[in-house]
C-alpha cells in the first residue's frame, strides 16, 4: 500500500526558532513535492525534489530527499509569523499508468510571536 | 487567465442531487487531476486525464462520480445521488504533462444538506 506519512500533524513554534518537519514515504519515487496551503486556499507548490541528497532552499525554508531511507524534509530556520500555514508532502508514483501525487496528512504550523 | 479555473466556488445542495464541478486547466497543460480533500486531511486523488481519456480513474470512490474531459482541456466532475460524506473541497490540477509539476485551482467547496 502507498503510503505517506508526516510529523508532527501539529507544530507550534515560537518565531526566531528552528524546526523540521519529516515525511516517510513506503515505496520508491519518482519525485516528491513540498506544498504550502493557507486556510480556505489552495496549495502552492514550494519544492520538487527530484534525486537522491536533492536540497533546495527558499528563503527560511530548506527541502532535502534522501531516497534510500524514503524520507524527506522540511526545515525551517529562525521562523517568522507569515511561515503559518499547513504543510504538505507529496510523493509521485509513476508506475503503469498512474500520475498521481500522494499526500500526507499535514503539518500544521503556527508561528507565534 | 493564468491558473488553473474551477467553478462554482462553492456549492451547498440537498442529499439525492446531482451536481457538476467544472475545472478549467491551464492553456497547453496535456495532463488533469482531480482530487478531495476532506477537513484536516490531505488531497486524496481521484482521477487523472491524459489528453480527453481517463488514463486512471482508481481512486473515484463509487459509481455515483463520474469525470469527462471531451475536448482535452476543460474537465467536469459529476456527482449523482449526491451523499452527506461527499462534503469536501474538491480540488483540480494540471500539469504540461505526467511527471511535471502539478498546478492546483483554488477548489470547490462542496456541502451536502
Known amino acids: 500500500e502507498l503510503k505517506v506519512e508526516q510529523n508532527p500533524l501539529f507544530l507550534s513554534m515560537q518565531e526566531g526558532k528552528n524546526y523540521t518537519i519529516y515525511c516517510n514515504y513506503s515505496?520508491?519515487?519518482?519525485?516528491l513535492y513540498w506544498y504550502r496551503q493557507d486556510p480556505g486556499k489552495s496549495l502552492e507548490s514550494l519544492f520538487v525534489?527530484?534525486?537522491?541528497?536533492a536540497v533546495k532552499q527558499e528563503g527560511r525554508l530548506m527541502a532535502s530527499l534522501d531516497t534510500k531511507a524514503r524520507l524527506s524534509t522540511l526545515h525551517i530556520t529562525a521562523a517568522v509569523h507569515d511561515l503559518s500555514a499547513t504543510y504538505f508532502c507529496?510523493?509521485?508514483?509513476?508506475?503503469?499508468?498512474?500520475?498521481?501525487?500522494?499526500f500526507g496528512k499535514g503539518t500544521k504550523l503556527s508561528v507565534k510571536p | 487567465g493564468a491558473g488553473v479555473s474551477q467553478t462554482p466556488s462553492n456549492k451547498v445542495t440537498e442529499k439525492g442531487k446531482y451536481v457538476e464541478l467544472r475545472c478549467d486547466p491551464i492553456?497547453?497543460?496535456?495532463?488533469l487531476y482531480w482530487y478531495r480533500q476532506s477537513l484536516g486531511q490531505g488531497p486524496e486523488f481521484l482521477i487523472y486525464?491524459?489528453?480527453?481519456?481517463?488514463?486512471?480513474d482508481s481512486g473515484l470512490p463509487n459509481d455515483r462520480f463520474f469525470a469527462v474531459r471531451p475536448e482535452g482541456s476543460v474537465s467536469t466532475l459529476k456527482i449523482q445521488r449526491t451523499e452527506r460524506g461527499d462534503s469536501a473541497v474538491y480540488l483540480c490540477?494540471?500539469?504540461?504533462?505526467?511527471?511535471?509539476?502539478?498546478?492546483f485551482g483554488d477548489g470547490t467547496r462542496l456541502s451536502i444538506l
Open positions: 490540477a494540471s500539469s504540461q504533462g505526467q511527471g511535471q509539476p502539478q498546478h
Open positions: 515505496t520508491t519515487s519518482d519525485r
Open positions: 525534489l527530484l534525486s537522491n541528497g
Open positions: 507529496a510523493v509521485a508514483f509513476y508506475g503503469g499508468s498512474q500520475g498521481n501525487l500522494i
Open positions: 492553456s497547453g497543460h496535456t495532463a
Open positions: 486525464f491524459q489528453g480527453t481519456g481517463a488514463a486512471d
